[in-house]
């Protein structure tokens, strides 16, 4: 028989800690998963929403074990250090108060240039928990902790008030494009010098986010030509600085611009986006027939998901591979894979509820 002493001593099961590395591994993947599904034109919120459930669960496990997740945690972090791994290892940081880990998470992460799992992990956990590190790290000498404690300030919606002001003009670009974005967010309008001085910045993300505030305070004539530019350019933000410069209008003047765009077919797909965008949704037809050329097609579908966000429920109206649309498509898109309509099913789909 085994004694007390010996069972409080004993090493854990593997089956533990094989479950602890599961959870790990599990959380990283979906909260990556999710960053990217939130990324997607137009994010699906249901998907998003489920994700959210699965990565919360996982969190309970290492919850339940504490600091024994911590080998596996590491070890995740070190064969994959991605933005997932990183949102981790954050977590469970903070989590358990662990300072020293958090520095050294940070550490990491500013090597490697990993902002999202870290700004993730300060969105998963309650202003309360957090508070009094986005507080020091607000006037942190290093740019990456500012950085990160706006990205906590814009996730949480928190406005640090008088610290905005300076961090508008921060030094680092990063950290003051995104405390532009929290600006905007917050609508600050007297920060709106600030704002318009922004545009005149020699980095690209500081005047998208400048212009992009500006038009939150329906400033955006201001900023009217920068966000055309942002959105023509192209880049990971285009599709922002599209929808802001819709924002600024005026309609008309918006309209006669992406008619412009769509005579070019390096820029007809950023139209027929934009089009999308201004909540037309007698624009059915027009976008049906969009949905049948490929180098607008996926454009189209964006288009048409966020008019009808209710057509996510019909599968059958999509396909992942545009091969099944003819040869056209297959010519175009090869073998790359890519969310598409079909715009026959979309057409009956139309007719059966009476849309547009």
Same mark, same amino acid.
């Given at each position: +028989?085994?004694? @007390? ?8 099961? /593997? ?12 959380? @990283? ?31 309970? $496990?290492? /919850? ?100 905005? @002001? ?10 003051? &494009? ?9 609508? /600050?309008?007297?920060? #709106? /010098? ?16 400048? $212009? ?21 350019? $192209? ?22 611009? +992406? ?5 070019? !077919?390096?820029?007809?797909?950023? #139209? ?24 607008? &097609? ?43 309509? !079909? ?7 139309? @007719? ?5």
């Amino acid at each position: +028989m085994t004694s @007390a002493g010996e069972q409080l001593f004993a090493p854990p099961r /593997r089956v533990a800690v094989e479950a602890v590395r599961q959870h790990v591994e599990q959380a @990283a993947f979906l909260w990556a998963q999710r960053d990217s599904w939130g990324q997607e034109d137009p994010p699906d919120e249901t998907v998003i929403g489920e994700i959210g459930e699965r990565i919360e669960i996982n969190l309970d $496990g290492l /919850r339940i074990a504490g600091a024994a997740a911590w080998p596996a945690a590491e070890r995740q972090l070190e064969d994959f250090p991605d933005k997932g791994e990183f949102f981790v290892i954050g977590w469970m940081a903070i989590e358990q108060g662990d300072a020293t880990r958090i520095d050294q998470t940070v550490a990491a992460a500013k090597e490697l240039d990993e902002r999202r799992g870290l700004v993730g992990a300060l969105a998963w956990h309650q202003p309360p928990r957090i508070g009094h590190l986005v507080h020091d790290w607000l006037v942190a000498p290093d740019a990456f902790k500012r950085y990160l404690a706006v990205g906590a300030c814009l996730e949480h919606g928190v406005d640090p008030r008088q610290l905005l @002001a300076r961090l508008v003009k921060d030094a680092d670009a990063p950290a003051r &494009a995104f405390a532009l974005r929290l600006a905007g967010r917050l609508k /600050r309008a007297d920060l #709106a /010098r600030e704002m318009a001085a922004a545009l005149e910045s020699d980095d690209e993300i500081v005047r998208l986010w400048a $212009g992009w505030a500006l038009t939150q305070l329906g400033s955006g004539d201001l900023a009217r030509v920068e966000l055309r530019n942002a959105a023509v350019a $192209g880049g990971p933000d285009a599709l922002i600085a599209l929808r802001a410069a819709i924002t600024a209008g005026p309609e008309k003047d918006v309209r006669a611009w +992406m008619g412009g765009l769509m005579k070019s !077919v390096a820029t007809a797909p950023l #139209a027929v986006r934009g089009i999308g965008m201004l909540g037309d949704r007698s624009i059915l037809p027009w976008l049906i027939e969009r949905m049948k050329e490929p180098y607008v &097609a996926v454009a189209a579908c964006a288009a048409f998901l966020e008019l009808f966000p209710e057509a996510r429920e019909e599968t059958k109206l999509f396909t992942v591979d545009p091969t099944d649309l003819g040869p056209a498509f297959a010519e175009f898109f090869d073998d790359e894979v890519v969310g598409v309509a !079909v715009p026959d099913r979309v057409e009956s789909w139309r @007719a059966q509820n009476r849309v547009a």
